[in-house]
């Protein structure tokens, strides 16, 4: 399915046609008509933040759309023959293409999307064409080949250290840096650091198919990972994949890959490290040498050449971007998801349904249908720990809010100092450390049940067995008491009937005193 709000975003930046439609693995086409669709409507990007992805269709791509238009494609053979000739440009060789459609009665491409088919030839055709970067314009990154090595302090084995390399094509000014592995963490982490190196971003970031970067790559569809989307989005850049074995489309890392192996990896194929730090430190010396080192064709260096395209960079956001996980969690009866052995709130009109949530070092936050619907402080170092909302529960569950705790050991009160106990012990039972939001509510569905025993038998029998319970543990439930009270029901009916008959004022310190009924008036035998 189409990610229209994306296209939204990528128009709004700037970018051509022709840039979205590669960036999306879409035609040009279809990018056309969902910005003409847009302005028409009045839809920016910001304004559609609380449509969910179907409404956001409906209104760009409604039923009954006009069909898709069939232009004619160029002979690019023919085409690039041509421009081996003198003076022969590809402005030149599009007129000529449209007028001889227009001729023929055909519809020719526009010359963005001329020059775009011309180039996908090129490069599977394998055809030499020049291609001028920009300043600022792109930032290619791959893994390099090669591993550097440290040492274990302990065993003394050889561990392997990956190398991520990022580069402008347009001034070759590279960034690289070692990590452990080559997971989502350490490839999001260097694309952070690599901004932060050069002390800006460039509109379009171009990655390799990896499935950290991008789930699937088709001739018809393009899905990146979420989590990079979401790091793109962040710095205001647009992820351009290249296309699946097609490494001439970022030649300049694969060659910096290949100079970086050789420059700074094989340099120091001799020297011993101990720690990642170590090598790192290492590499940065290495790494000012190389951006430094003049040019052998031209004047200048990489970093001479980066002077003047820094200016062209995008300015950095304010903070550095956070690395997050996302995963796909179901909201149980109690409209509550499981998330890392702790339970977080979602409106109640979610229940039974799928979302994502989105997990960062210090925050939950609940998607459906790419809208948020709930945010929470994450609950470190805790085990069924509750984060609730209380706009999140049913009208019916909100009344119990209107309760609080001193309520709830009041009205237990009324009933009786052990009745008294136990609800404070079941409203105790469900407060969180100071580092988290209370959820002592979670008990009063508890203590609710506990006081309408009372209805059930009667105050004296629900007394008695919070008694009996206060003997068995200092922390007694709601089952407890409900167990004792259904298994001696017969024996604290006798026992309250004597405690109605009895004097309120038994000088007896244990509040009542069973007379000889209760023994079976043994003492007349």
Not at 76 to 97: A, S
Not at 177 to 196: C, K, L, R
Not at 201 to 219: A, E, F, M, Q, S
Request: charged share 25%; hydrophobic share 35%.
């Amino acid at each position: 399915m189409t990610n229209y709000r994306e296209v939204l975003r990528l128009s709004e930046m700037g970018f051509n046609h022709t840039r979205i439609a590669d960036a999306m693995g879409i035609t040009r086409q279809t990018v056309l008509t969902v910005v003409r669709r847009a302005n028409e409507l009045g839809l920016r990007f910001e304004n559609v933040t609380d449509l969910s992805d179907r409404e956001l269709t409906q209104k760009l791509m409604p039923q009954g759309a006009a069909a898709r238009l069939v232009f004619k494609m160029p002979d690019y053979e023919e085409v690039h023959k041509e421009l081996q000739k003198p003076n022969v440009t590809l402005m030149l060789l599009w007129q000529e293409y449209v007028l001889k459609c227009r001729q023929c009665g055909e519809l020719p491409y526009q010359e963005t999307q001329f020059r775009k088919y011309y180039h996908d030839w090129a490069t599977e055709t394998k055809a030499s064409m020049h291609i001028n970067r920009k300043p600022g314009e792109l930032m290619e990154v791959d893994w390099a080949g090669t591993t550097a090595k440290i040492s274990d302090n302990i065993t003394g084995n050889d561990l392997d250290a990956y190398i991520f390399v990022a580069v402008l094509p347009y001034s070759c000014f590279g960034y690289v840096e070692a990590f452990w592995n080559m997971e989502q963490s350490s490839w999001i982490a260097g694309h952070v650091n690599a901004y932060e190196y050069f002390g800006g971003v460039t509109r379009i970031l171009v990655p390799d198919n990896l499935k950290t970067g991008v789930i699937k790559h088709t001739k018809s569809e393009i899905i990146l990972n979420r989590t990079y989307q979401e790091m793109a989005e962040h710095y205001g850049t647009a992820i351009i994949p290249t296309r699946v074995r097609m490494p001439k489309d970022k030649a300049t890392v694969e060659g910096t890959v290949g100079i970086v192996s050789t420059y700074i990896l094989a340099a120091i194929r001799n020297e011993k490290f101990f720690s990642l730090s170590e090598l790192n430190d290492v590499i940065r010396k290495r790494l000012h040498d190389y951006n430094h080192k003049p040019f052998q064709r031209k004047d200048g260096s990489r970093a001479s050449q980066f002077a003047d395209e820094r200016q062209f960079l995008l300015p950095l956001p304010k903070n550095a971007y956070e690395l997050s996980e996302w995963r796909i969690a179901a909201v149980n009866s109690g409209y509550h998801i499981w998330v890392d052995d702790n339970y977080y709130s979602v409106p109640f009109e979610f229940i039974r349904k799928k979302v994502d949530v989105r997990l960062t070092r210090n925050a939950v936050e609940v998607f459906f249908d790419n809208n948020r619907i709930a945010s929470h402080i994450r609950l470190l170092g805790k085990r069924g720990g509750y984060s609730t909302v209380e706009e999140h529960m049913p009208h019916a569950h909100q009344q119990y809010i209107q309760w609080n705790g001193g309520k709830f050991r009041e009205r237990a009160l009324e009933n009786g100092e052990n009745t008294s106990a136990v609800v404070s012990a079941i409203l105790a039972s469900h407060k969180t450390d100071d580092s988290a939001q209370p959820v002592e509510q979670q008990g009063y569905k508890s203590c609710q049940a506990l006081l309408k025993l009372s209805e059930k038998y009667s105050p004296e029998q629900l007394e008695l067995a919070c008694e009996r319970a206060l003997t068995y543990t200092s922390s007694p439930t709601l089952k407890v008491v409900q167990t004792i009270i259904k298994s001696d029901m017969i024996r604290f009916s006798e026992e309250s009937k004597t405690m109605s008959e009895s004097p309120k004022n038994h000088g007896s310190s244990y509040g009542f005193t069973r007379g000889a009924d209760y023994y079976g008036k043994e003492g007349d035998k």
